[in-house]
């Protein structure tokens, strides 16, 4: 998914009441998608899907969307990946929207459908469930990762890097490593061993 896409899942709800009991506020499987949530890779997630029919969406995304190449027989797909684009799975109804240049038209007629089929939206980053509300969904895009890309990609990047970079040195320092404090000088002792001892001579004297 590229940077500037804002994405959901349309889930039936009776679906995610039928698997857990009642409605709930996250789904697992998509809150592990949030930096630092931890999940069972083994864990086999419930089909929300199963029992129900998603024609209905399928519909509306022939009518607001090109059909797309499909590059997996178990799916249709409308759009442009690299922009507004819907997949209709067995198990899922995923919608990607450009937030660089953002099609309400679009975007409500996906809600109505969503709506009529007595079904919600679930975030792709974090798992969230909320109503198909025009206001609720677009509150959500103007503060995801995707809008936050397209009004700074500089500092969206420079912002992820050190999220990143964080990240990576609070696992070695769990693991007990030892991080040299400058990285450039631990490559040049190691790169400088490596040497011929006329090279090493000669670089000394620079």
Request: glycine share 6%; with cysteine.
């Amino acid at each position: 998914m590229a940077a500037w896409q804002f994405a959901f899942v349309v889930i039936p709800v009776a679906g995610i009441i039928r698997a857990h009991g009642r409605m709930v506020e996250v789904l697992p499987e998509y809150a592990a998608r949030v930096d630092d949530a931890s999940v069972d890779a083994d864990q086999v997630f419930p089909n929300y899907w199963e029992g129900f029919d998603n024609t209905a969406m399928q519909v509306v995304a022939a009518s607001v969307l090109p059909v797309a190449t499909s590059w997996c027989d178990e799916a249709a797909m409308y759009g442009n990946s690299e922009t507004d684009d819907i997949e209709i799975w067995e198990d899922s109804v995923r919608v990607r929207l450009d937030c660089g240049n953002l099609n309400f038209a679009l975007l409500a007629a996906v809600l109505n459908a969503v709506r009529a089929a007595n079904c919600c939206v679930v975030l792709c980053a974090g798992g969230r469930i909320i109503s198909p509300v025009l206001q609720l969904v677009t509150d959500a895009l103007h503060a995801s990762a995707a809008t936050r890309f397209v009004n700074d990609p500089g500092g969206f990047v420079d912002a992820r890097g050190a999220q990143l970079q964080g990240r990576f040195l609070s696992v070695l320092n769990r693991l007990g490593a030892c991080i040299p404090v400058d990285l450039t000088a631990h490559a040049t002792h190691h790169e400088s061993r490596a040497l011929p001892k006329n090279q090493i001579s000669q670089r000394r004297l620079q």
